[in-house]
C-alpha cells in the first residue's frame, strides 16, 4: 500500500518563524515528528511519502501515486488539514488521522474515512489488523498509555533534513503537573513515561550520520518531570555521547533546547548538567506573576516564587530562557499588561509569547467554564491573535486593547533591542556553541541589509553589535539571531493584532 504522509500548513504566528527563516535557505522550523513516527510504525514494505505543506505543496502526482493518506497535526494546522482532506477525498483515496487535532474534537471531522486517536503505538495496531481484514472501523481509540520502549525510531529519511531549522526528538510523554488550561494531562497522564537511555542514544547517531548539525527540540512537555531518571542516567550519557564521537573524537555542534518547569532554578546541578551536555535554551511556561491567577489555573509549581530571580539564575548557568505567558485569568485587572510587560522586560527573556487565555476542549478548564456557560464557539488554536473562546471576567474589549498595546509594546524595536542587552548581561554560555555554518553567515549577512539597512529598527541593530561585541563578544551570534527574531515577532503583530 502506498502511503502518503501530510503535514499541514502552520498559520503564520510566533511559533512558525517564518520571517525568520527567510533569512536562512531553511523553509520550515520543525519537521513533523509526530508523522514520522507513525510511518515507522507501518509496515516497511509499504512504500511512503512525506508531503509536509509547510516546505511544498500537495501535487496531483502525490495524489496520483498514493493509496491510502495519514494526516496529523495541531489545533492550529486545522484550516489547512480541511483544504488538504478536500483534495484526497475528490481524488478518491482513502484518508486516515490521528494526532491533537482530530483527538481532541473527533466530531468535527466526519469527512475522514479513519480516525485513529490517541498514541499511535496502542490505536495504530488494531486499525492495520482491521484493514487487513476488510473490516476498518470509523473510529479507533488508544486504551492505557503506551510504553516508549517499544516506540519505533521515526523514518527521518522520508524527510528532506535541509529544509527545516530544527530536528525534534521526543523522550517523554506526559506531565506530572495539572494546569487547568492544559490539555497534556487530558492527552498524555500526569506519570510521564520514557524512552530508554539507548533509544534516546539511537535517535541522536541516526540524525548525527546523516550529517545533521544544527539544533535538536526535545519535545517533551517537561523534560524533567522524572527529574532523577534524567539527571541520573540521560544527562551523563548525553555527556558521554558528546566527548565520545566517531574515531573518539568529540562531537561539537547540534546544540539541545527543551522545555521545563520553573523548579530546573533549584537544582544547579541538573542545571550545570544540562549546559555541559548541549543544551543551550529551555522553554517555561511563566504565565503570570500575579499568586491569585496562579492558584486560579492550579499552577502551582510556579507559586511563592520569585520568578525573576529564578529566571536569572538559569540564564547565569548558560540556558536562554523562552517564556509563555497568559493573560486573561478571571483575577486578572486593568493592571496586568503593565506588570507583564515590566516583568518579561525585567528578566530578560527575549522570546516572550503571550496568549489569551484559552479552554481546549478536554481541559478541566474547558468542563469548567462550560459549566458557567461561558465557552463561545470560536476556534481555540491560536491564542495570540486576539482572540479567545472563553468569555472574559473582564470586559472582552478592555481585554483584547490591552493585550494588543502589550505585545505592540513587547516587541516595539527600542524596548526589544533593550531586552536583548538585559539577557545577554546575565546570560553566561558555557556549553555546545552553534556552528557558523553557511546557513547561519548567509542568516548574519542579510540581517545586515535587512535590519541594519533597510529595517526600522536599524539605530538599535547597530548599537546591539557595538554593545555586545564590546561587551560580550562570545555572544555575537545569539545577539544576531535574537534581533532576526525580533523581526520575526514584529511582523507577525503587525499581520494579526489589528485591534
Request: aromatic share 10%; proline share 6%; charged share 25%.
Amino acid at each position: 500500500m502506498q502511503c502518503l504522509f501530510i503535514n499541514p500548513e502552520f498559520p503564520d504566528t510566533f511559533w512558525s518563524f517564518r520571517h525568520a527563516l527567510s533569512f536562512t535557505k531553511r523553509k520550515a522550523a520543525l519537521p513533523p515528528l509526530g508523522l514520522l513516527t507513525v510511518a515507522a510504525l507501518l509496515p516497511a514494505a509499504w512504500p511512503k511519502r512525506l508531503v509536509d505543506l509547510n516546505v511544498r505543496g500537495l501535487s496531483a502526482e502525490d495524489l496520483a501515486w498514493a493509496e491510502t493518506v495519514f494526516i496529523g497535526g495541531m489545533s492550529v494546522q486545522g484550516p489547512s488539514a480541511k483544504l488538504a482532506i478536500r483534495h484526497c477525498r475528490e481524488a478518491g483515496l482513502r484518508v486516515v488521522a490521528g494526532g491533537p487535532l482530530f483527538t481532541m474534537e473527533p466530531e468535527r471531522w466526519p469527512e475522514v474515512d479513519h480516525l485513529v486517536l490517541g498514541e499511535a503505538e496502542l490505536s495504530l495496531p488494531p486499525f492495520l489488523a482491521d484493514l487487513a481484514a476488510g473490516r476498518a472501523r470509523h473510529l479507533y481509540e488508544a486504551v492505557g498509555r503506551a510504553e516508549l520502549a517499544q516506540s519505533p525510531v521515526p523514518l527521518w529519511e522520508l524527510a528532506r533534513l535541509e529544509d527545516y531549522m530544527t530536528a525534534s526528538l521526543q523522550v517523554t510523554r506526559g506531565c506530572p503537573y495539572d494546569c487547568d488550561f492544559c490539555n497534556v494531562t487530558g492527552l498524555l497522564g500526569r506519570h510521564p513515561r520514557r524512552k530508554t537511555t539507548a533509544q534516546v542514544l539511537q535517535e541522536l547517531n541516526l540524525l548525527w550520520e546523516m550529517g545533521w548539525r544544527k539544533g535538536v527540540f526535545f519535545v517533551d512537555d517537561n523534560f524533567i518531570g522524572q527529574r532523577p531518571l534524567v539527571q541520573r542516567e540521560l544527562i551523563p550519557a548525553l555527556l558521554d555521547w558528546r566527548r565520545a564521537g566517531p574515531g573518539g573524537r568529540p562531537r561539537r555542534g547540534m546544540p539541545f533546547n527543551t522545555q521545563v518547569s520553573i523548579d530546573l532554578a533549584d537544582d544547579p546541578e541538573l542545571l550545570r548538567g544540562m549546559v555541559q551536555a548541549g543544551f543551550d535554551a529551555v522553554f517555561i511556561g511563566l504565565e503570570t506573576t500575579e499568586e491569585e491567577s496562579l492558584a486560579e489555573c492550579h499552577k502551582r509549581q510556579n507559586l511563592g516564587r520569585d520568578l525573576g530571580a529564578d529566571v536569572r539564575r538559569i540564564q547565569r548557568a548558560g540556558l536562554q530562557v523562552q517564556g509563555g505567558f497568559i493573560v486573561g485569568f478571571d483575577h486578572d485587572g486593568a493592571g496586568i499588561f503593565k506588570r507583564q510587560l515590566d516583568f518579561i522586560q525585567r528578566s530578560g527573556i527575549v522570546t516572550a509569547m503571550v496568549g489569551l487565555l484559552q479552554a481546549p476542549p478536554g481541559t478541566r478548564l474547558h468542563e469548567r467554564l462550560s459549566a458557567e456557560g461561558r465557552l463561545t464557539e470560536r476556534d481555540w488554536g491560536d491564542n495570540a491573535d486576539g482572540g479567545t473562546n472563553i468569555v472574559p471576567r473582564m470586559d472582552l474589549s478592555l481585554l483584547r486593547a490591552g493585550y494588543f498595546s502589550l505585545m505592540r509594546r513587547l516587541y516595539t524595536p527600542s524596548v526589544y533591542y533593550a531586552r536583548i542587552r538585559g539577557f545577554l548581561r546575565e546570560y553566561r554560555p558555557a556549553g555546545v556553541r552553534a556552528p557558523l555554518d553557511r546557513d547561519r553567515l548567509t542568516a548574519f549577512l542579510r540581517s545586515l541589509w535587512r535590519l541594519g539597512v533597510l529595517g526600522r529598527e536599524r539605530f538599535h541593530y547597530w548599537r546591539l553589535l557595538q554593545w555586545t561585541l564590546l561587551h560580550r563578544p562570545r555572544s555575537l551570534q545569539m545577539a544576531v539571531t535574537l534581533a532576526i527574531y525580533g523581526r520575526h515577532f514584529r511582523r507577525v503583530c503587525e499581520l494579526h493584532l489589528k485591534g
